[in-house]
């Protein structure tokens, strides 16, 4: 079955970097777009990027642009998600998700998420 | 960027009843929407997509409508499994956008 397991959360300081891996498995992961979408404690659901199968396509949610950055590695069927200059703003659980076939952002599997927390 | 509105905020409902919820978005979105549930501790699950259509393995009992500024999800009768919080998203305009959320509690 379809599985998306993400790592790479952790504590950082303001400032720092960090990078997110999402190892997907159960299905032809080149086929799908995969997004990342974050969850602050306690609110609502936040689109950050996506990338197309092949990465010939990325979008990024405008606040993220040059700051965050997205690929993917489809011989390991891995997802990735860089992301610098992190503030206190971005602490969140992380999560990566798969689009369902021949969309770009409607997404039929997620993964359980990574948290990220970004205080001194 | 298109901001989606949710009511109520949360909602008592007795297991067996039907439950509605609503979402509006700040602008025509037409059926590009999409609903999902998520349990306490666990990632959103696709409910509904294109406003009304069903993903894949989801019960009868879920249904969706609506179009443009307006939609709708209808559970006909209420499960223990079902009682979580629902988002609302809009696929029609750049960035993708969530709404805050439904929480449905059991009564």
């Known amino acids: 079955q379809v599985q998306l397991m993400e790592s790479g959360g952790g504590l950082v300081k303001p400032g720092g970097s960090l990078r997110l891996a999402c190892a997907a498995s159960?299905?032809?992961?080149?086929?799908?777009?995969m997004s990342w979408i974050r969850q602050a404690p306690g609110k609502g659901l936040q689109w950050i990027s996506y990338?197309?199968?092949?990465?010939?396509?990325?979008y990024y949610r405008d606040s993220m642009k040059g700051r965050f950055t997205i690929s993917r590695d489809n011989a390991n069927n891995s997802l990735y998600l860089q992301m610098n200059s992190l503030t206190a703003e971005d602490t969140a659980v992380y999560y990566c998700?798969?689009?369902?076939?021949?969309?770009?952002?409607?997404?039929?599997?997620w993964g359980q998420g990574t948290l990220v927390t970004v205080s001194s | 960027e298109i901001v989606m509105t949710q009511s109520p905020a949360t909602l008592s409902v007795s297991p067996g009843e039907r439950a509605t919820l609503s979402c509006r978005a700040s602008?025509?979105?037409?059926?590009?929407l999409a609903w999902y549930l998520q349990k306490p501790g666990q990632a959103p699950r696709l409910l509904i997509y294109?406003?009304?259509t069903r993903a894949t393995g989801v019960p009868a009992r879920f249904s969706g409508s609506g179009s443009g500024t307006e939609f709708t999800l209808t559970i006909s009768s209420l499960q223990s499994e079902d009682f979580g919080i629902y988002y609302c998203?809009?696929?029609?305009?750049?960035?993708?956008?969530f709404g805050q959320g439904t929480k449905l509690e059991i009564k």
């Open positions: 990338i197309s199968g092949t990465s010939t396509y990325t």
């Open positions: 998203q809009q696929i029609n305009n750049w960035p993708t956008t």
């Open positions: 294109g406003g009304s």
């Open positions: 602008q025509s979105v037409s059926t590009y």
């Open positions: 159960g299905f032809t992961f080149s086929d799908h777009y």
């Open positions: 998700a798969r689009a369902k076939k021949d969309t770009v952002v409607t997404f039929d599997s």
